[in-house]
């Protein structure tokens, strides 16, 4: 369903105005490529979060508290 909207939204593009939609398909692999490092910093920032709890919450876990998540 994401891909038919995007799709439907660069469609209407193309008619309004075809050199931007045009510009906007072909900076979308740059601008994929100049996000993955800020994908990876995102990932590996939720897995040291992640860590941090599970050391904080280890105690609790080892004398019989009850998970929320």
């Known amino acids: 369903m ?3 909207i995007a799709l439907i ?3 209407l593009l193309f008619l309004l105005s075809w ?3 045009i510009l906007a ?3 979308y692999p740059f601008v994929w490529l100049i996000s ?4 990876l910093v995102g990932i590996t920032v939720a897995a040291a979060f992640a860590l ?4 904080l ?3 609790v876990r080892l004398l019989g508290g ?4």
């Open 57 to 59: 919450f280890l105690p």
């Open 2 to 4: 994401k891909l038919f």
């Open 36 to 39: 993955l490092p800020l994908r």
């Open 52 to 55: 941090i709890k599970a050391i």
């Open 66 to 69: 009850k998970a929320k998540g």
């Open 9 to 11: 939204l660069w469609w």
């Open 25 to 27: 398909l072909v900076c």
């Open 19 to 21: 050199p931007l939609a």
